[in-house]
């Protein structure tokens, strides 16, 4: 009797999951990832455009502190990322050149005003675009 007792205590204990529970499982986790994934991309962009804010805002103060100096704005020399790193930020890579940068930077407008922009690197990103004015007034396009 103790033998027939101990083979049904350990069947029972090598029982596994059933495909229902294991199917339960997958669902739920693919219900969290259809909700976290589009957030977290939403974050990433916040991100992006956050930084690219951030940079118009130290080209601003970069630009003042030209102006001061020269008596005129960086408009010519700072056509495009290199040259307003090169110019303005003193040769330091201030301003992310690289390709995989989401956003270009660069300035026009005269020696007594003028306008910086950072645009999107890479129209397949869903990024939105800014320029700052000599006013410190930054406006999303």
């Known amino acids: 009797m103790t033998k027939a007792r101990n083979r049904s205590s350990k069947t029972r204990l090598t029982g596994g999951f059933t495909l229902i529970e294991l199917l339960i499982v997958v669902a739920?986790?693919?219900?969290?990832?259809?909700?976290g994934v589009p957030?977290?991309?939403?974050?990433?962009?916040?991100?992006?455009?956050?930084t690219a804010q951030n940079n118009l805002r130290s080209i601003y103060l970069?630009?003042?502190d030209y102006f001061y100096e020269n008596g005129s704005y960086c408009v010519r020399k700072c056509s495009d990322t290199a040259n307003i790193n090169k110019e303005l930020f003193g040769g330091?890579?201030?301003l992310d050149e690289s390709s995989s940068s989401p956003y270009l930077?660069?300035?026009?407008?005269s020696a007594s005003a003028y306008m910086a922009w950072a645009r999107q690197r890479n129209s397949r990103d869903d990024l939105k675009q800014f320029k700052i004015n000599e006013q410190n007034s930054i406006v999303a396009f």
């Not at 739920?28 to 909700?35: F, L, N, Y």
């Not at 957030?39 to 956050?50: D, F, L, R, T």
């Open 28 to 35: 739920i986790v693919g219900v969290i990832a259809a909700v």
């Open 39 to 50: 957030a977290y991309s939403g974050y990433i962009a916040g991100a992006k455009e956050s």
């Open 62 to 64: 970069m630009e003042q």
């Open 92 to 94: 330091k890579t201030s």
């Open 105 to 109: 930077y660069s300035v026009t407008g």
